[in-house]
C-alpha cells in the first residue's frame, strides 16, 4: 500500500476535480463566448478593399465585403474619398474592432509613400475609440490559407470556402476579409491562452 494516500486513486474525489477545473469567468473567457464585429480594411494607393465579419462562438458570418475606388483621383480626392469611405462603414456597421494590413515596403518608393497615404487616411477614420490591430501581409496568408507566400487568388478561394461566399469576391475585398478573420482568429488565440493561464 502506498505511504502517500492522497495520491492513491481511492482518494480522488470527481466533484473537487469538477471545480477545480471551472475558474469563475473572466474578461479572457466572456472574449470567448461573446459575439464580435470586426472590420478588416486593405489599404491601397487605388482601391481599398474591405470585409466585415460577425464572429460568434463557432460562428463567422460576413456581412460586407467590397472596396473603396479612388482610381483617376487626384492625391487629395483620393485620400478624402478613403477617409469619408472609411467612416460610412464604421457608421453603417459600428465594428467592435478593426484590423488593418501593415505597408509592404517594395522597392518602389513612390508606390510605398502613396501606399502610406492611403492607409494613414483610413486610420484616421478609425478614431482613437475602436481597437485597432495590424498584421504584416505573410502572417495574414498564413494565418488563413496556411502559406505565407500565397498568391492573391488562393485568399480568394479560402474566403470564399472559409466564409460561405456565393457573391463576386475581388481580391482586394479577399484581403481585407482576410486580416478581419486573422484577427479573429489572434484574438480566440490570445482569449484561449489567457483563459488557460488563469
Not at 3 to 17: D, G, H, I, L, V
Not at 34 to 60: A, H, K, M, N, Y
Not at 181 to 191: K, S, T, V, Y
Request: charged share 20%; aromatic share 4%.
Amino acid at each position: 500500500m502506498s505511504r502517500y494516500r492522497s495520491k492513491s486513486w481511492r482518494a480522488f474525489n470527481p466533484e473537487s476535480a469538477t471545480a477545480a477545473a471551472s475558474p469563475t469567468p473572466t474578461a479572457a473567457t466572456s472574449d470567448l463566448t461573446t459575439s464580435v464585429r470586426i472590420l478588416g480594411l486593405d489599404p491601397g494607393s487605388r482601391r481599398t478593399g474591405f470585409g466585415v465579419l460577425e464572429i460568434g462562438p463557432g460562428t463567422q458570418r460576413c456581412l460586407a465585403q467590397g472596396r473603396i475606388e479612388v482610381d483617376g483621383l487626384e492625391v487629395q480626392a483620393r485620400l478624402a474619398r478613403i477617409h469619408a469611405g472609411v467612416r460610412e462603414l464604421i457608421a453603417r456597421f459600428t465594428p467592435t474592432e478593426v484590423a488593418v494590413e501593415k505597408v509592404f515596403v517594395s522597392r518602389n518608393v513612390d508606390s510605398a509613400l502613396k501606399l502610406g497615404q492611403a492607409r494613414g487616411a483610413a486610420l484616421a477614420a478609425i478614431g482613437e475609440t475602436i481597437a485597432l490591430a495590424e498584421y504584416a501581409p505573410r502572417a495574414i496568408k498564413l494565418a488563413v490559407v496556411g502559406f505565407g507566400g500565397a498568391d492573391k487568388m488562393q485568399v480568394v478561394h479560402m474566403m470564399r470556402s472559409m466564409l460561405d461566399l456565393d457573391e463576386r469576391l475581388t481580391a482586394d475585398a479577399a484581403d481585407a476579409l482576410a486580416v478581419a478573420l486573422c484577427h479573429a482568429h489572434h484574438r480566440r488565440l490570445r482569449a484561449l491562452l489567457a483563459a488557460g493561464t488563469a
